[in-house]
């Protein structure tokens, strides 16, 4: 059974949907019990970075992934919640995120050149070669909603870049914790594939 965390940020439902069409179980869920018993972690969200992590931390959920995580749980994080992934951002101020994975979230460069932010919309996607998390995902186009990127300490945590005006993370990885700027949920077949991958991690 796979556990969406529920912190009434993101689009839970469309996360659930989709697992629903590969065939997997999941509860949308903050319960640190009913998290403690699934196989693998979802942390999906849209939104501010302070507001999520302000939300997660008043339902004792950053505690509750810091254990998971450190037992070895897969977890992933899709958008915001990859972004909370970081160790801090700077929308709206200075944030203290999850610190999964070393590093920050800066506002793309993108308007410095003429692009609008956010950047929303379809997308290509470079992985690492030889990525499990994307295999068999070509065309690797997926879609996104952001106007803020993570910017990985290491840059080996980095395992698929984009390309807005400049590159950017679009996906990290470090041990069992993943996450993808875009949405596999909203990314149609390639985004299944992308779930399904994560579901064999």
């Given at each position: 059974?796979?556990?969406?965390?529920?912190?009434?940020?993101g689009?839970?439902?469309?996360?659930?949907?989709?697992?629903?069409?590969?065939?997997?179980?999941?509860?949308?869920?903050?319960?640190?019990?009913?998290?403690?018993d699934?196989?693998?972690?979802?942390?999906?969200?849209?939104?501010?970075f302070?507001?999520?992590?302000?939300?997660?931390?008043?339902?004792?959920?950053?505690?509750?992934?810091?254990?998971?995580?450190?037992?070895?749980?897969?977890?992933?994080?899709?958008?915001?919640?990859?972004?909370?992934?970081?160790?801090?951002?700077?929308?709206?101020g200075?944030?203290?995120?999850?610190?999964?994975?070393?590093?920050?979230?800066?506002?793309?460069?993108?308007?410095?050149?003429?692009?609008?932010?956010?950047?929303?919309?379809?997308n290509?996607?470079?992985?690492?070669?030889?990525?499990?998390?994307?295999?068999?995902?070509e065309?690797n186009?997926?879609?996104?909603?952001?106007?803020?990127?993570?910017?990985?300490?290491?840059?080996?945590?980095?395992?698929?870049?984009?390309?807005?005006?400049?590159?950017?993370?679009?996906a990290?990885?470090?041990?069992?914790?993943?996450?993808?700027?875009?949405?596999?949920?909203?990314?149609?077949?390639s985004?299944?594939?992308?779930?399904?991958?994560?579901?064999?991690?």
């Amino acid at each position: 059974m796979i556990a969406i965390l529920d912190y009434g940020m993101g689009n839970r439902a469309s996360v659930q949907n989709a697992l629903r069409a590969l065939g997997e179980d999941s509860v949308i869920t903050a319960e640190p019990s009913v998290i403690a018993d699934a196989t693998h972690l979802i942390l999906p969200g849209v939104g501010a970075f302070g507001d999520g992590m302000k939300a997660i931390r008043e339902r004792s959920l950053d505690r509750v992934i810091r254990e998971e995580v450190a037992n070895g749980k897969p977890l992933l994080g899709i958008c915001l919640g990859m972004q909370l992934l970081a160790e801090k951002g700077e929308e709206g101020g200075d944030h203290t995120g999850l610190g999964l994975i070393p590093g920050a979230v800066k506002r793309l460069p993108s308007e410095r050149i003429g692009l609008r932010l956010p950047h929303v919309g379809w997308n290509d996607v470079v992985p690492n070669a030889g990525e499990s998390l994307f295999e068999g995902t070509e065309p690797n186009v997926f879609y996104f909603v952001h106007g803020y990127a993570f910017v990985p300490e290491n840059p080996a945590d980095a395992i698929a870049i984009c390309e807005y005006g400049s590159p950017f993370v679009a996906a990290v990885r470090r041990g069992s914790v993943f996450g993808t700027q875009f949405h596999p949920e909203k990314s149609q077949a390639s985004g299944l594939r992308l779930l399904k991958n994560f579901l064999q991690a």
